[in-house]
């Protein structure tokens, strides 16, 4: 895992001899791949307000610190079965940290430079709090999946295959890209051992809009095993309605 520092030098007009002058010291010796960071000039105001500000920010700081980490944790969770995938995965403003970090572009349509400081704080705390809020919502969600399928797990010690496809359970898309949830749903359902090919064969056609190859084991016994399907909510009845038939 990369180590990135933040560090403010006194400089001149252009910022160019600070900049030349670490450059030439951290080379030396590799000890880092310096980048810039670039933030515009902002409404300074008055050391009161500075002061002030200093520490609404320091709490904002260890909130969205807290938020991230959580974020993090969830993704690597979720991702339990691919965490070399884990890195690529997470992402800010759709691209990759070190990539956000070392070619960090101020959001001028957030956050105008005109506006005073205490304005564009505020304006980070209201979208610090909303991903917070988002984040609550999400975890529940994941939550009571998780312990859902759990429950699942544990009545698959007696058999999966004892339930009829009619059984078949609709989970949230919780678990799915939020662009995504809208539209698509996974479902579990129970298979026979003598039925794995067939299933694999045939479900991306027992229904106009399944998602192909997004089907997935999640459990089995000696008799069976429980898949997962992903398929747009439009064509939920009709997918249920073709596997009951070909159970």
Request: glycine share 4%; with cysteine.
């Amino acid at each position: 895992m990369s180590e990135f520092w933040l560090i403010s030098a006194p400089g001149d007009k252009t910022n160019l001899q600070a900049w030349e002058r670490m450059n030439s010291v951290t080379s030396k010796s590799n000890l880092s791949s310096n980048s810039k960071f670039h933030i515009p000039d902002l409404k300074v105001g008055t050391l009161d307000a500075l002061v002030g500000l200093s520490d609404e920010l320091g709490k904002l700081d260890s909130l969205a610190e807290s938020i991230i980490k959580k974020i993090a944790q969830y993704i690597g969770e979720v991702m339990e079965d691919s965490k070399d995938k884990v890195q690529e995965n997470l992402l800010a403003n759709g691209v990759d940290l070190i990539s956000y970090l070392t070619r960090f572009e101020w959001d001028m349509a957030k956050y105008p430079i005109k506006q005073p400081l205490k304005n564009i704080s505020e304006a980070l705390a209201k979208q610090v709090t909303q991903i917070e809020s988002d984040l609550k919502t999400r975890s529940a969600a994941y939550n009571n999946i998780k312990g859902n399928l759990q429950s699942l797990e544990k009545k698959t010690v007696n058999g999966v295959t004892s339930r009829s496809r009619e059984g078949i359970v609709p989970l949230s898309s919780a678990l799915l890209r939020p662009h995504l949830e809208i539209y698509l749903l996974c479902f579990v359902l129970c298979c026979s051992r003598s039925s794995y090919m067939q299933w694999q064969k045939t479900y991306e056609s027992l229904s106009d809009m399944v998602v192909p190859r997004s089907t997935k084991m999640i459990t089995e016994d000696a008799e069976g095993g429980l898949f997962t399907v992903t398929l747009f909510r439009k064509v939920m009845e009709d997918f249920k309605a073709k596997a009951r038939e070909n159970r």
